[in-house]
């Protein structure tokens, strides 16, 4: 097995169409199996219609009610053990997500730097015990 391949679903949530074209080619082209949202406003309705990603990579900026950060804090709250990773390219924004203690990279980031930061966030996100469903539902 090839120790750079990595396995995994990513919820990834984007609004500009080159951009998530290009960050799912790098992802897939990785092993993972990416998922797309427009928006973070979309992504939360996805999460709590049950869609279990294993990570959730999301830009900052976009269009709706919510932030990539709301979106962050929000699922920090619902499913603790669900990794994000936030990319922005407004350095405020870095600031304000690293204040925040969420993991947040520059835009744009070197595909190597993205996939590591991936794995890092996926490798120290606390495994279920076995049987125990990875993302309960939270308490209606």
Do not use: C
């Not at 990834?12 to 897939?28: M, R």
């Not at 804090?73 to 969420?102: C, N």
């Amino acid at each position: 097995a090839d120790p750079g391949r990595m396995s995994g679903q990513v919820l990834l949530v984007e609004d500009n169409d080159d951009v998530a074209q290009s960050t799912a080619a790098i992802l897939q082209a990785a092993g993972l199996v990416v998922t797309h949202q427009w928006s973070a406003d979309a992504a939360l309705a996805a999460l709590q219609g049950g869609m279990l990603p294993d990570i959730v990579l999301s830009d900052i900026e976009m269009p709706g009610k919510l932030s990539g950060m709301d979106l962050a804090f929000r699922l920090r709250e619902l499913w603790p053990r669900l990794p994000v990773v936030l990319i922005t390219g407004y350095a405020k924004q870095l600031e304000d997500a690293v204040s925040g203690g969420l993991r947040v990279l520059p835009k744009p980031t070197p595909p190597q730097d993205l996939l590591r930061e991936l794995r890092r966030a996926m490798g120290d996100a606390p495994r279920p015990a076995a049987g125990e469903a990875a993302l309960a539902q939270p308490p209606r």
